[in-house]
């Protein structure tokens, strides 16, 4: 069950970053989910090294560094798929 809490607050994470971030990113649901996945543990272990708790617990500074985690990592994938599409 906190595994999809996980992918959950994850997707959240990811669409929030959209949403802040400016500009149409042309990501799909699973890339966002992803990203946002990815930006949850990194903000998750920031928290927990500066001791506001532990990894799995969902807590303010975590879920801010989440998102702010994600919107770099939309702005990577964009970069990168951006580069991709130059070379086609």
Same mark, same amino acid.
């Given at each position: 069950m906190a595994l999809i809490g996980f992918l959950v607050f994850g997707l959240v994470v990811g669409a929030v970053a959209r949403l802040i971030k400016p500009g149409k990113q042309n990501l799909s @649901? +699973?890339?966002t989910l992803v990203l946002g996945v990815v930006?949850?543990?990194i903000g998750g272990i920031i928290?927990?090294?500066l001791?506001?708790?532990s990894i799995t617990e969902l807590n303010v500074l975590g879920a801010?560094?989440?998102i702010v985690a994600a919107? @770099? +990592?939309i702005g990577v994938a964009e970069g990168m798929s951006g580069k991709n599409r130059?070379?086609?």
């Amino acid at each position: 069950m906190a595994l999809i809490g996980f992918l959950v607050f994850g997707l959240v994470v990811g669409a929030v970053a959209r949403l802040i971030k400016p500009g149409k990113q042309n990501l799909s @649901l +699973l890339m966002t989910l992803v990203l946002g996945v990815v930006g949850s543990l990194i903000g998750g272990i920031i928290a927990s090294a500066l001791g506001t708790g532990s990894i799995t617990e969902l807590n303010v500074l975590g879920a801010i560094i989440a998102i702010v985690a994600a919107v @770099l +990592l939309i702005g990577v994938a964009e970069g990168m798929s951006g580069k991709n599409r130059s070379h086609a």
